[in-house]
């Protein structure tokens, strides 16, 4: 499980960040590419990447301002003509759906794979075996989500390598021992399943924040999560400035990932009058509160290990 930005900026396209649009690349564990928000351009930068637009299997867009959806249509039109052919889910506020059909119906886009649009509203809006998302709205004034991805636990993996060591031949055994029940081997050994599968592992927990106010409830939407991805469109001394334009500050974004208990926080959606010197200092006075924040950048790559 990754994370790549796509675009880190904020409102408007500047030479070293582009607009909104983050990537979950799920591809060790389902072979897919979850894109949040799609800014416009976001289809340039994918070509500077290793992305494939056929991988896109969902798309999660937080608000329907345009720094956060004219990418879409766009991307969606030449996903068909380099070969997507599987469907696309696009999950988004009311008025979304209107937005990407016209689009393409004005401009005669024809797809060559079917869209299935789900309105969202607060709670689950996607649950399988291996993920649930659950989605909260937030204050900015439009209506505007933060996602909560939950990856399902992994169960403890079977040790195969110890048993072919004590001459355990493979067969329906090894679903007894990979259940961790005890079995009696023909010479009268006994051997005990738990001795023999390794330790589960809790699932992930990654929790992206589309453009909002701070809010105190935040921190339990996103409560234990291993990485929060959240705006920082102004800096700690302009909290007048952020909540006036409905947006957060580098320290409210901090102390969300305190409070959270999170164990990293990734900062976006940088207004484009910081520079390279200005946006660390951004990052440095996240830290005052928060250490481990990291200022994302466009084409940043951030894995997101195990516990």
Same mark, same amino acid.
Not at 228 to 255: D, G, M
């Given at each position: 499980? #990754?994370?790549?930005?796509l675009? @880190?900026?904020?409102?408007?396209?500047?030479k070293?960040?582009?607009?909104?649009?983050?990537?979950?690349?799920?591809?060790?564990?389902?072979n897919s590419?979850?894109l949040? =928000?799609?800014g416009?351009?976001?289809?340039m930068? %994918?070509?500077?990447?290793? !992305?494939?637009?056929?991988?896109?299997?969902? %798309?999660?867009i937080?608000?329907l301002?345009?720094?956060?959806?004219?990418? +879409?249509?766009?991307?969606?039109?030449?996903?068909?003509?380099?070969?997507?052919e599987?469907?696309?889910? !696009?999950?988004?506020?009311?008025?979304?759906?209107?937005?990407?059909?016209?689009? +393409?119906?004005?401009?005669?886009?024809?797809?060559?794979?079917? +869209?299935h649009?789900?309105?969202?509203?607060?709670?689950i809006?996607f649950? =399988?075996?291996?993920?649930?998302?659950?989605?909260?709205?937030? =204050?900015?004034?439009? $209506?505007?989500y933060?996602?909560?991805?939950?990856?399902?636990?992994?169960?403890?993996?079977?040790? &195969?390598?110890?048993?072919?060591?004590l001459?355990?031949?493979?067969?329906?055994?090894?679903?007894?021992?990979?259940?961790g029940e005890? &079995?009696?081997?023909? =010479?009268?050994? @006994?051997i $005990?399943?738990?001795?023999?599968?390794? #330790?589960?592992?809790?699932?992930?927990?990654?929790? !992206?924040?589309? $453009?909002?106010?701070?809010?105190?409830?935040?921190?339990?939407?996103?409560k234990?999560?291993? &990485?929060?991805?959240?705006?920082s469109t102004?800096?700690?001394?302009?909290?007048?400035? /952020?909540? /006036?334009?409905?947006?957060?500050? @580098?320290?409210?974004? /901090?102390?969300?990932?305190?409070?959270a208990?999170a164990?990293?926080?990734?900062?976006?959606?940088?207004?484009?009058?910081?520079?390279?010197?200005?946006?660390?200092? +951004?990052?440095?006075?996240?830290?005052e509160?928060?250490?481990n924040?990291?200022?994302?950048?466009?084409? $940043? !790559?951030?894995d &997101?290990?195990f516990?």
């Amino acid at each position: 499980m #990754e994370l790549e930005f796509l675009g @880190t900026g904020a409102g408007v396209p500047a030479k070293h960040r582009n607009v909104s649009s983050l990537a979950l690349k799920l591809l060790d564990e389902r072979n897919s590419i979850w894109l949040f =928000d799609c800014g416009e351009g976001t289809q340039m930068q %994918i070509l500077r990447t290793t !992305i494939k637009p056929r991988k896109i299997e969902k %798309i999660f867009i937080s608000h329907l301002h345009g720094d956060h959806i004219f990418g +879409l249509p766009g991307l969606l039109s030449s996903r068909s003509f380099q070969g997507g052919e599987e469907p696309v889910e !696009i999950y988004g506020p009311v008025g979304l759906e209107n937005y990407v059909r016209t689009s +393409l119906q004005v401009t005669k886009t024809h797809l060559s794979y079917p +869209l299935h649009f789900v309105e969202i509203k607060e709670g689950i809006i996607f649950q =399988d075996k291996q993920f649930t998302v659950e989605s909260m709205l937030l =204050d900015h004034g439009i $209506d505007s989500y933060g996602f909560r991805v939950k990856e399902a636990d992994h169960e403890g993996v079977l040790q &195969v390598d110890k048993l072919v060591a004590l001459g355990v031949p493979a067969g329906p055994i090894y679903g007894k021992i990979k259940r961790g029940e005890k &079995v009696t081997m023909p =010479d009268g050994t @006994t051997i $005990d399943g738990r001795d023999f599968v390794g #330790e589960e592992k809790k699932g992930r927990v990654v929790t !992206i924040f589309g $453009d909002t106010r701070f809010m105190t409830r935040s921190s339990e939407f996103a409560k234990n999560s291993d &990485v929060i991805v959240h705006e920082s469109t102004f800096n700690k001394n302009e909290s007048k400035l /952020a909540r /006036a334009y409905f947006h957060s500050t @580098t320290q409210q974004a /901090a102390t969300i990932a305190k409070e959270a208990h999170a164990k990293k926080l990734l900062l976006t959606h940088i207004s484009a009058r910081y520079l390279a010197k200005e946006a660390k200092e +951004l990052e440095e006075e996240a830290r005052e509160i928060f250490p481990n924040t990291q200022i994302a950048k466009d084409f $940043d !790559i951030v894995d &997101v290990p195990f516990s």
